[in-house]
């Protein structure tokens, strides 16, 4: 593991694995290096490209400077493309792909783009914060396990994904980063239909043929608003798909410009 400074001096761990062309990855909520899909799918890629993953402020082995602003996190993505040596591919899961959405329309060096199930509502007026400010609220009143269930229920996941979930292992964990779920919130709620006209890149938006109609449309949306967006649906899992099925469409995407 090796750090950077962003901008504002924050500290942002990250690790470089493989050989090839450079592709970051960003994680979604309540995801960082050591907990989520993006370690796994980073062994599934090493062997084509360099692949970098980081801990998104407020995790990991990250700081978290306060106030915490949306800028801020697109200045981590930019500190982390620069570490690696200049452009880069990106990919983004969830709200990660929010946060590679707006590094692009703010004209970091990303030469291609890769999305799993952006949450962008393009058909619905804005929440205008409204998650985010719960889930600050249920933080600072000490109910860091309310923030977590609150959240997951809030953004549709489904409830028997969520049954038991106080009474897992890692659920302490969650509580401990809970505060950065309105993170998440901010950043999905930052991305307009302006921000998507504004990525010139071509980007590949994926979607799970197991998710339910909303995130699968959400993602057919952000494509056909993208200049250069395309959709696949693969095979996959409740707002997920398996490495083994996602790492080769990234790899054809990257290196072929094909889908």
């Given at each position: 593991m090796a750090t950077i400074t962003s901008r504002d001096g924050t500290r942002?761990?990250?690790e470089q694995t493989g050989t090839g062309p450079t592709l970051v990855l960003v994680d979604a909520a309540g995801g960082f290096r050591e907990f989520g899909p993006m370690k796994s799918l980073a062994e599934h890629l090493a062997d084509q490209f360099t692949v970098v993953v980081y801990d998104r402020r407020g995790r990991g082995e990250s700081g978290d400077r306060q106030p915490y602003a949306v800028k801020r996190e697109v200045e981590d993505l930019a500190a982390v493309i620069e570490g690696?040596?200049?452009?880069?591919?990106?990919?983004?899961?969830?709200?990660g792909a929010a946060l590679?959405?707006?590094?692009?329309?703010?004209?970091?060096?990303?030469?291609?783009?890769?999305?799993?199930?952006?949450?962008?509502?393009?058909d619905k007026p804005s929440q205008e914060g409204e998650l985010a400010a719960e889930i600050d609220a249920l933080v600072a009143a000490g109910r860091r396990a309310d923030a977590v269930e609150h959240f997951h229920t809030s953004i549709g996941v489904p409830a028997e994904m969520t049954a038991g979930?106080?009474?897992?292992?890692?659920?302490?964990?969650?509580?401990?980063?809970?505060?950065?779920?309105?993170?998440?919130?901010?950043?999905?709620?930052?991305?307009s239909p302006a921000t998507l006209r504004s990525v010139v890149v071509p980007t590949l938006v994926v979607s799970s043929e197991s998710s339910?109609?909303?995130?699968?449309?959400?993602?057919?949306?952000?494509?056909?608003?993208?200049?250069?967006?395309?959709?696949?649906t693969l095979k996959g899992e409740w707002h997920g798909?398996?490495?083994?099925v996602l790492a080769p469409a990234l790899a054809e995407f990257f290196l072929y410009g094909a889908a």
């Open positions: 942002i761990g990250f690696a040596g200049g452009p880069a591919f990106v990919h983004g899961f969830s709200s590679a959405l707006l590094g692009a329309a703010a004209g970091l060096p990303i030469s291609m783009l890769s999305l799993l199930e952006p949450p962008i509502a393009l979930m106080r009474q897992a292992p890692f659920f302490p964990m969650l509580e401990g980063i809970a505060h950065t779920l309105a993170y998440d919130s901010r950043m999905t709620e930052a991305v339910d109609e909303r995130l699968r449309g959400w993602a057919q949306g952000t494509a056909a608003a993208l200049p250069q967006g395309r959709h696949l798909v398996s490495d083994d």
